[in-house]
């Protein structure tokens, strides 16, 4: 049975301690760039929300998920060709994760909150 948590920072905190800091920076960029979301856990990850899902990320083995939807997805292909994906997600693997990232999945998020406010 998975561990189940009430809040995001419950959630980093149960993660591995050389992650934890990489999570912590993802977060802060999320708030700053979601500013009025609400978070949660939605589907054991943490999640900014307004009036819907805007966003989800979580610590997996060897890589951060970023879980912005299909829309973000193909609106922001053309930056995601050097990272795994699929319909909804990106991969970022943790041994190259670096600023660039960072930056990037705040553009995503900010992007996430302009196109699916209800």
């Known amino acids: 049975m998975a561990t189940t948590f009430d809040c995001i920072d419950g959630y980093i ?12 920076s993802v977060c802060k960029a ?22 819907r899902n805007l966003i989800h990320f979580a610590a997996q083995k ?6 912005p939807g299909a829309e973000a997805m193909e609106h922001f292909a053309p930056q995601l ?14 041994k ?6 960072l930056a990037l999945i705040a553009e995503i998020a900010a992007w996430c909150g302009e196109h699916n406010a209800k």
């Open 96 to 101: 190259a994760f670096g600023e660039a990232e």
């Open 13 to 24: 905190a149960a993660r591995p301690e050389d992650i934890r800091p990489l999570l912590l």
């Open 62 to 67: 060897q890589h951060l998920g970023i879980y």
């Open 81 to 94: 060709t050097g990272y795994k994906t699929s319909k909804g997600a990106v991969q970022f693997p943790y």
């Open 30 to 51: 999320l708030r700053a760039a979601l500013p009025d979301a609400e978070e949660k856990i939605s589907w054991q990850m943490p999640t900014f929300w307004r009036g």
